[in-house]
């Protein structure tokens, strides 16, 4: 059964998480913002907001993580501000293909490096936003 979680983890210590995708930046936030929209509190609130309501869909063999995933990610952009570069996601373009070669790439680095990931610095990033 699809469900929506929020929940804080520390993906350094999952083990299977083998780089990171940029897909927008938050400004930094104002010391004394005017609107709560504004600050950095404001924005994630906002993110959870919106992934909050992506629908989810049950007993639909066609609906994927990979169907919520392009539809947050076109929801995020559809925010504009900080989110209008949140790249498009289609199933099957060119972008949903990159990811998986991307992860492979940085499999093989991670396989070759010595030592172990201690901090997000020392995952692969590529970064996927628009303009």
């Keep these: 059964m699809w469900r929506f979680e929020e929940k ?15 897909v927008a930046k938050l400004s930094p936030s104002e010391e004394h913002p005017t609107r709560r929209e504004d600050s950095w509190i404001g924005q994630v609130e906002l993110i959870k907001d919106v992934l909050e309501s992506i629908p989810l869909v049950q007993d639909d063999l066609n609906w994927t993580c990979c169907v919520w995933l392009q539809q947050a990610l ?13 790249p498009r996601i289609d199933i099957g373009g060119q972008v949903e293909d990159a990811v998986p070669s991307f992860g492979n790439e940085a499999m093989e ?12 610095g020392d995952f692969l990033q590529q970064n996927m936003r628009l303009g």
């Design 74 to 86: 076109r929801a995020l952009q559809e925010q504009g501000g900080n989110f209008a570069t949140v």
């Design 109 to 120: 680095i991670i396989k070759w490096r010595k030592g172990i990931i201690r901090q997000p």
């Design 8 to 22: 804080p983890f520390n993906y350094l210590m999952l083990g299977n998480v083998v780089a990171r995708i940029l």
